[in-house]
């Protein structure tokens, strides 16, 4: 009787033991520390500079087909810059330039749809729907602000370029999507096809941002593009026209996912500038579109 007893006990004691092994098996091979997670790196360093490209400098060769004191660019926007592609048999490699940049260099075919990018991260304060653009105040940097002309708005922000300052609408340094360059112009000397960009601060505090309140200033520290200098020798005419861009041929170009705009109501109390369709409130004088 003890004997079948034991018989009919010794699977059960089998199936304990297994248990009892298992769960020490399984201590013993448990870590005292935490696995380790290795992050990978990211595709480009930090963005330092307060300004970067308003394209993608991987899609194209891209240069300068006008510069500082260009004919065209004069009052506040003396120093502003106009971007576009060079076509490939113009780039000049041994000295970083294109040939004949406003000319027979000009590649509008493929500068036209080229994305444009919030080349700061702040607030529009006022926008044109003529000569197809925003002004955008720096975030940071109150009075200071940054324009750029020639751009189709892209439909998810708004349909006209006044609705997003009406909107106070806040952009991201190179992650908003403004949209894609225009063929559209606003002035009869000038042409689309390129981006026009230019800085400005004010004289007062921006109450009205009327043309005699702005002052120029060059792409050059602390406002230098994606680190690249380009300080104002004081003479020179159209200067640095044809320079290819980013400044080294190897420079890592800022990263380009889009992301919709956001609203803010921090923003200087600006109001539009310049032709009939600009911000419905201005009292700014006719500023002509400088190229």
């Known amino acids: 009787m003890r004997s079948r007893s034991l018989h009919a006990f010794f699977p059960i004691l089998i199936f304990v033991i297994i248990i009892m092994l298992s769960s020490t098996l399984s201590a013993c091979s448990i870590s005292p520390n935490p696995p380790i997670v290795i992050t990978p790196p990211p595709t480009r360093p930090p963005i330092q500079s307060l300004i970067t490209w308003p394209f993608n400098p991987t899609n194209g060769q891209w240069d300068l087909i006008n510069g500082y004191r ?17 076509l490939p048999n113009s780039v000049n490699t041994s000295n970083r330039t294109c040939n004949n940049p406003n000319g027979s260099g000009w590649d509008k075919t493929h500068t036209l749809g080229a994305d ?16 197809l653009g925003p002004s955008i105040e720096i975030d940071g940097h109150p009075g200071y602000r940054i324009v750029l002309f020639h751009i189709d708005l892209d439909p998810q922000l708004g349909k006209k370029w006044t609705d997003l300052a009406d909107n106070h ?10 949209g894609k360059v225009s063929a559209g112009f606003c002035m009869p000397k000038t042409t689309g096809y390129h981006i026009h960009m230019a800085l400005y601060h004010c004289t007062t505090n921006c109450i009205n941002d009327l043309y005699e309140q ?29 320079d290819l ?3 080294q041929p190897n420079t890592t170009a800022s990263p380009t996912p889009t992301s919709p705009a956001t609203t803010s109501n921090t923003h200087c109390n600006t109001y539009g500038y310049s032709f009939s369709n600009a911000h419905s409130d201005s009292n700014a004088a006719a500023d002509a579109d400088p190229n």
């Open 70 to 86: 260009e004919g065209d660019h004069n009052g506040y926007a003396t120093w502003a810059v106009d971007f576009a592609k060079c």
């Open 214 to 242: 702005r002052v120029g200033d060059p792409f050059t520290n602390p406002w230098s593009i994606d680190n690249c200098q380009y300080p104002d020798d004081g003479t020179k005419l159209n200067e640095y026209q044809g």
């Open 116 to 131: 444009v990018y919030a080349p700061v991260s702040g607030t529009i304060v006022w926008g044109d729907n003529d000569c």
């Open 245 to 247: 861009v980013p400044c």
């Open 169 to 178: 609408v806040h952009v991201q340094q190179h992650k908003t999507h403004l």
